[in-house]
C-alpha cells in the first residue's frame, strides 16, 4: 500500500532550485523532510508542527521553506540556491495518530557544481 507520494527529486545545477512534493493518505500527515548524504546519517531538513511552526537545519536556513495544504494532505519543500552538499535521497516524515511514523521511499536530490 503507498501511504506517501514522494516527488519533484532530480537533477539541478548549483544555484537552480527544485520543489519536493509529498502526498499523503487520508489518515497519515505529513511533517517533514529529512536527508541522507552518502556515508551520512539521515537528518532533519525542515518540519512542521501542527501549530504551523517550522524548523529548518542551519544548515537550508534562508534558501529552503516547508509548506502544507491542508486540503491536500500534502507538504512541499521550495529548495532554492541549492548547492552540492544538498545532494542526497529526500525522505518524506508523516505520522497517524499518536504512535505510527511512516517514511516515504526516498526522491534522490543532485546538485552538480
Known amino acids: 500500500q503507498v501511504q506517501l507520494v514522494e516527488s519533484g527529486g532530480g537533477l539541478v545545477q548549483a544555484g537552480g532550485s527544485l520543489r519536493l512534493s509529498c502526498a499523503a493518505s487520508g489518515r497519515l500527515i505529513p511533517r517533514g523532510w529529512y536527508r541522507q548524504a552518502p556515508g551520512k546519517q539521515r537528518e532533519l531538513v525542515a518540519r512542521?508542527?501542527?501549530?504551523?511552526?517550522?524548523d529548518y537545519a542551519d544548515s537550508v536556513k534562508g534558501r529552503f521553506a516547508i509548506s502544507r495544504d491542508l486540503a491536500k494532505n500534502t507538504v512541499y519543500l521550495q529548495m532554492n540556491s541549492l548547492e552540492p552538499e544538498d545532494t542526497a535521497v529526500y525522505y518524506c516524515?508523516?505520522?497517524?495518530?499518536?504512535?505510527?511514523?511512516?517514511w516515504g521511499q526516498g526522491t534522490l536530490v543532485t546538485v552538480s557544481s
Open positions: 516524515n508523516a505520522v497517524q495518530g499518536v504512535y505510527r511514523e511512516v
Open positions: 512542521i508542527t501542527n501549530g504551523g511552526s517550522t
